[in-house]
C-alpha cells in the first residue's frame, strides 16, 4: 500500500515546474510503483497559453479548481473545462488550454510517465520506460 500526501512531494523531484513557467505538477504516482498509470495533481496558471500533444500517451484530466478553455486544436473545437468537468485525450489530440484563472486538476496518464518527461517543441512528452522500485 501506497500512501503518499501533496505535501510529502512538495519540494522532491516528483515536484515538477515547467521550462516555460505555465504549470506546476505534483507526481503522486509514477511508473516506478508499477501499476499502469500514473497519476498528478497539476495547476495552470491564470493568463497563460500551453499547447501539448500527447503523441504516446492517453490522459483524462478532471478540473478540481479554476476554469480554462480547452482548443482541439485539430478541429478547432473549444471547449469551457471547469469544476466537475473531464476530458479525455483518447485520440491523442494536439490541444491548447488557456486558464482564466489558476486550473488545478488531476491527470491520469496510461503509459504511465516516469516524472522526468517535459514537454519538447511540439508539446509531447518523449515515451520514457523505468524499472519498477519500491515506492
Known amino acids: 500500500m501506497i500512501v503518499r500526501s501533496l505535501t510529502d512531494i512538495e519540494g522532491t523531484d516528483r515536484d515538477v515546474h515547467s521550462a516555460s513557467g505555465t504549470w506546476r505538477s505534483k507526481r503522486i504516482v509514477l511508473a516506478k510503483e508499477g501499476v499502469g498509470f500514473s497519476l498528478h495533481e497539476t495547476v495552470l496558471y491564470a493568463g497563460t497559453e500551453t499547447s501539448m500533444w500527447y503523441a504516446n500517451h492517453i490522459e483524462a484530466v478532471f478540473c478540481v479548481e479554476g476554469e480554462a478553455e480547452l482548443t482541439n486544436d485539430n478541429t478547432g473545437e473549444k471547449h469551457w473545462i471547469r469544476p466537475g468537468t473531464m476530458y479525455l485525450l483518447d ?29 519538447d517543441e511540439n508539446g509531447v512528452y518523449p515515451l520514457l520506460t523505468e524499472a519498477t522500485t519500491e515506492a
Open 91 to 119: 485520440g491523442h489530440e494536439k490541444h491548447t488550454i488557456r486558464p482564466t484563472s489558476d486550473f488545478r486538476v488531476l491527470c491520469v496518464f496510461n503509459p504511465p510517465v516516469t516524472g522526468r518527461e517535459d514537454h
